[in-house]
């Protein structure tokens, strides 16, 4: 079955800490995946995405993730956070042949001063 | 630009009755597709729209239904409210539901609450 695994649930740093959020997928076929943020209070808004090409992808707000084929991960990483950054992150996947974006169960970021 | 809007932004109705949620999709965009968010879980996939057919839906029962109108806005249904349909209904848009590429734009979302 079609899955996405995002490893930490809830995570605290202390700002300009270094950040990597795990994902990792199971899916047949070839993948389109992405990074949401939703803010406290904001709607789902999109950070990155990848679909082919270099797997390394670069979003807004300094965030960049890592498509790395053979291990079926797409980590979130960002060198230096701040407290604005705090956050619930989602890692979704979809299929070229699928339109349903797969979500994970999120991450709860939070950035303390 | 407008961005994609729900109406309402909250609902509380009993078990048993009926709700129905509306969506406007980004001007332009053809595709809306609808999630539910359970606390502490990401959104999962209900429906999905173009051109007011239904394209695919997800593992939810008979009670949900949607449609599509000719100008791309959408309702989503919910009959025979049960406690555990308490949760946030998302709805997104994009240009087309298929292709390399394709970003769905998430809005608000309505908070449903059935007590």
């Known amino acids: 079955a079609q899955s996405v695994s995002q490893h930490n649930h809830h995570v605290i740093l202390s700002e300009a800490a270094s950040l990597e959020l795990g994902c990792n997928y199971s899916?047949?076929?070839?993948?389109?995946l992405f990074w949401y943020v939703q803010y406290p209070g904001q709607h789902l808004q999109l950070l990155l995405k990848y679909f082919s090409g270099d797997p390394l992808v670069k979003g807004i707000k300094g965030f960049e993730a890592e498509f790395i084929k053979s291990k079926f991960s797409f980590n979130l990483r960002k060198p230096s956070v701040q407290w604005s950054d705090t956050a619930e992150y989602f890692c979704?996947?979809?299929?070229?042949?699928?339109?349903?974006?797969?979500f994970g169960k999120g991450t709860s970021l939070l950035v303390t001063p | 630009d407008a961005g994609v809007t729900q109406s309402p932004t909250h609902l509380i109705k009993t078990r048993g009755q009926q709700v129905t949620l509306r969506c406007s999709p980004i001007s332009g965009h053809k595709s809306v597709s609808w999630y539910q968010q359970v606390l502490g879980q990401g959104p999962q996939f209900i429906f999905q729209?173009?051109?007011?057919?239904?394209?695919g839906r997800g593992n939810f029962p008979d009670r949900f239904s949607a449609r599509q109108f000719p100008n791309y806005s959408s309702e989503l249904n919910v009959n025979a409210l049960l406690l555990g349909d308490s949760a946030l209904y998302l709805c997104?848009?994009?240009?087309?539901?298929?292709?390399?590429?394709?970003?769905?734009?998430f809005g608000p979302g309505t908070r449903l609450l059935v007590l």
């Open positions: 729209y173009y051109e007011k057919e239904e394209r």
């Open positions: 899916y047949g076929g070839t993948v389109n």
């Open positions: 997104a848009s994009s240009l087309a539901p298929e292709g390399v590429g394709e970003t769905q734009y």
């Open positions: 979704a996947v979809n299929s070229n042949s699928g339109y349903a974006l797969n």
